[in-house]
T-cell receptor, first 111, second 114 residues
């Protein structure tokens, strides 16, 4: 049974710092991995999608990596801004087509 | 283009009552999904519609939950009778048939059962 773990559960960093969010999954037989952002009272917004054959994806200040064999992904945020404050969710899609989510990391960027 | 909308945004009901949640997907999206996040837990899949047909309902907790998508447009999720453990945030998402990786999520309905 696939399980997705995100560490840390919460993180506070000063504005301008680079940071890394971690995600691990127990079953490496995944179809893809996504990083989502959720703002309070809002839905989930997909940030980056990495297919199982890919190693990383980049979008602006965000970079996500995938090491399928070790069951790990990281989301790197460069030059953090207060607007980056949100909950970040990692989710994997398995061969059965279901999306399994982690509990998320609550990120707070201190102005 | 309008995104996925959900109604109501928040519902407070007593144990034993019935509640119906509604989701309007993005126009043209054949795939519609329901998810739930219970306090302190991760978001979990409930079921998946392709047009009006239930493709996968393996995540539905029990028979107190009934989902419908008549006409393949909007969907409803009815909980009858509601129990305390049903409290949580219910998310709806939709996607195009040819791009199922890109699920667009609604803002969720926060259900509180007292």
């Amino acid at each position: 049974k696939q399980e997705v773990t995100q560490i840390p559960a919460a993180l506070s960093v000063p504005e301008g710092e680079n940071l890394v969010l971690n995600c691990s999954f127990t079953d490496s037989a995944i179809y893809n991995l996504q990083w989502f952002r959720q703002d309070p009272g809002k839905g989930l917004t997909s940030l980056l999608l990495i297919q199982s054959s890919q190693r990383e994806q980049t979008s602006g200040r965000l970079n996500a990596s995938l090491d399928k064999s070790s069951g790990r992904s990281t989301l790197y945020i460069a030059a953090s801004q207060p607007g980056d404050s949100a909950t970040y969710l990692c989710a994997v899609r398995g061969r059965d087509d279901k999306i399994i989510f982690g509990k998320g990391t609550r990120l707070h960027i201190l102005p | 283009e309008a995104g996925v909308t959900q109604f109501p945004s928040h519902s407070v009901i007593e144990k034993g009552q019935t509640v119906t949640l509604r989701c309007d997907p993005i126009s043209g999206h054949d795939n519609l999904y329901w998810y739930r996040r219970v306090m302190g837990k991760e978001i979990k899949f409930l079921l998946h519609f392709v047009k009006e047909s239930k493709q996968d309902e393996s995540g539905m907790p029990n028979n107190r939950f009934l989902a419908e998508r008549t006409g393949g447009t909007y969907s409803t999720l009815k909980v009858q009778p509601a129990e305390l453990e049903d409290s949580g945030v219910y998310f709806c998402a939709s996607s195009l048939s040819w791009d199922r990786d890109r699920q667009y999520f609604g803002p969720g309905t926060r259900l509180t059962v007292t």
